[in-house]
Nanobody, 124 residues
């Protein structure tokens, strides 16, 4: 079993930055891809960013490209999401997710493990 614990959400103004962190513990094995989803009220959950096991491959939703950066520290089993130039439309619950093995970004959309979520609210 794997546990994911997020931190770093909050209330900010448009244009501000936030950094989300997610620490994984448990049986992550030799390969464990990680990423971030978000879900706003009344909207479907969407994959925001994904990073491969090695960190060599990343994916971003079009809506966040150029503003968000995903990174990981494998020694700490931690993934980060640096969010810059935040917009009100970025307001959502953000969920860290993980999937064992070496999935592609498309395959990662069916993640195996989920964090509890952290709220990000961007005021205009």
């Amino acid at each position: 079993q794997v546990q994911l614990v997020e931190s770093g959400g909050g209330l900010v103004q448009a244009g501000d930055s936030l950094r989300l962190s997610c620490a994984a513990s448990g049986r992550t094995g030799s390969g464990f891809a990680m990423g971030w989803f978000r879900q706003a009220p009344g909207k479907e959950r969407e994959l925001v960013a994904f990073i491969s096991v090695s960190g060599g491959s990343t994916y971003y939703a079009d809506s966040v490209k150029g503003r968000f950066t995903i990174s990981r520290d494998n020694a700490r089993n931690t993934v980060y999401l640096q969010m810059n130039s935040l917009k009100p439309e970025d307001t959502a619950a953000y969920y860290c997710a993980g999937r064992a093995g070496w999935p592609t970004a498309s395959e990662f959309k069916a993640a195996d493990y989920w964090g509890q979520g952290t709220q990000v609210t961007v005021s205009s």
